[in-house]
């Protein structure tokens, strides 16, 4: 794991530099008032690092979607007002963030001072990594930092691009993922257990066999659980079941490292209907009644996966067990979230539904490391490179 030995900016002497952040602003905003604060919060350490440094900070960041064009819709403009209350300081607002508003803006920014600059994606140039582009955003600072851990999969000119062109260093939100999720694949206290859920196991087949060589037991839940019941033989009634990856599943059950480490549900809630308000009721993997459909998994299972997560020194989870947005449906998730963060082990929740099942269980502050990118976890827990992490300088 390469990524451990990355600098951050506790190696690197900012004072009197100005430094361009990578951040992760793209919060939900109504009414030119953000409502979620939650990323916002989590880059300020690094910031106030930064400042604290003496170093002149410039941020950038996306928001949404606005097709590589301008649009007010997008603007960051409600993020730098929310941003300055939440750190207690000023902060400059550039309406580009390239060009003539974005130079003067970053010209005229003094030591321990703070400039927020407007939306990258106003521009096609960032998602396409231009490489133009990339030195423009570069031309703005001494130093880059790159603290955007939700973004750092994608190889844009404000995650990658720039990283070529001046120093490059981790913020702490990345340093914590990379050591988090790290040290999970490359030493974890054992036993190790993973526990994987979401809708469908296209989506995570990289994972689960990345995962199995490396944990002890792997516990496997939600709609993809189902592909894999069937698989075995199981008739699964309406259930979601991804029939072209059928025989993938049963090539992969009948290996011996699967039949060792992998932990399926013996019992599930099925319904009559995908709705909140359906018939529903608790029956073993092999009687789901005709017509209805898996969409959490059962006590027994439940009791199976708690065993396990009891027993663990680190546990990584992604995906919800069961379709949680559903009171019927939420009680496997929920309790998988509870037993984690009751459990003794180092708890790391890989981004995503994950992440929201932990809050709405209300355990977030008793485990170890929440994830802040879904994307950029699942590449991470697949073995991929993450070009916004490599891009950065080795120790």
Not at 81 to 105: N, S
Not at 140 to 148: E, H, S
Not at 203 to 230: P, R, Y
Request: charged share 25%.
């Amino acid at each position: 794991m390469g990524y451990l030995e990355k600098r951050s900016i506790r190696d690197i002497d900012a004072r009197g530099k100005r430094v361009i952040v990578r951040v992760d602003f793209n919060v939900p905003v109504k009414d030119g008032k953000v409502k979620d604060t939650a990323r916002i919060t989590a880059a300020l350490p690094t910031i106030r690092f930064l400042l604290e440094q003496g170093a002149a900070v410039i941020l950038m960041s996306h928001l949404g979607r606005p097709d590589g064009k301008p649009d007010l819709k997008y603007t960051l403009r409600p993020v730098a007002e929310k941003l300055a209350e939440l750190i207690g300081q000023p902060v400059a607002f550039a309406a580009d963030c390239v060009g003539a508003a974005a130079e003067q803006a970053a010209a005229a920014l003094h030591d321990g001072e703070l400039l927020l600059l407007e939306n990258l994606r106003f521009h096609a140039e960032e998602e396409a990594n231009d490489p133009a582009f990339a030195r423009q955003l570069a031309a703005l600072a001494d130093i880059y930092v790159n603290d955007a851990f939700g973004t750092a999969h994608r190889a844009h000119a404000s995650t990658e691009g720039i990283g070529h062109i001046v120093p490059a260093v981790a913020g702490f939100l990345i340093e914590k993922e990379i050591r988090s999720l790290g040290m999970a694949l490359a030493d974890p206290d054992s036993p190790f257990v993973a526990i994987i859920g979401g809708a469908k196991v296209s989506d995570k087949i990289l994972v689960i066999e990345n995962l199995l060589k490396k944990v002890d037991k792997l516990l496997l839940g939600g709609g993809m659980a189902n592909t894999f019941l069937a698989a075995q033989g199981h008739d699964m009634q309406a259930s979601l079941v991804e029939e072209p990856k059928l025989e993938w599943a049963r090539e992969f059950l009948a290996t011996d490292i699967a039949k060792q480490k992998l932990l399926l549900p013996a019992d599930v809630v099925a319904a009559s209907a995908f709705a909140a308000d359906a018939d529903y009721a608790t029956c073993n993997v092999d009687n789901i009644p005709a017509g209805w459909q898996a969409l959490d998994i059962g006590p027994k299972s439940l009791k199976l996966f708690a065993t396990e997560i009891t027993a663990a020194r680190t546990i990584l989870w992604n995906g919800p067990v069961g379709v949680f947005e559903m009171e019927p449906f939420a009680i496997g998730t929920t309790s998988i979230a509870r037993k984690v963060a009751e459990s003794a082990a180092f708890s790391i929740i890989g981004g995503g539904d994950s992440v929201a099942a932990v809050h709405k269980a209300g355990v977030e502050d008793l485990i170890d490391h929440i994830s802040t990118g879904g994307g950029a976890s699942l590449n991470f827990l697949e073995g991929k490179t993450l070009p916004g992490i490599a891009v950065l300088a080795d120790k």
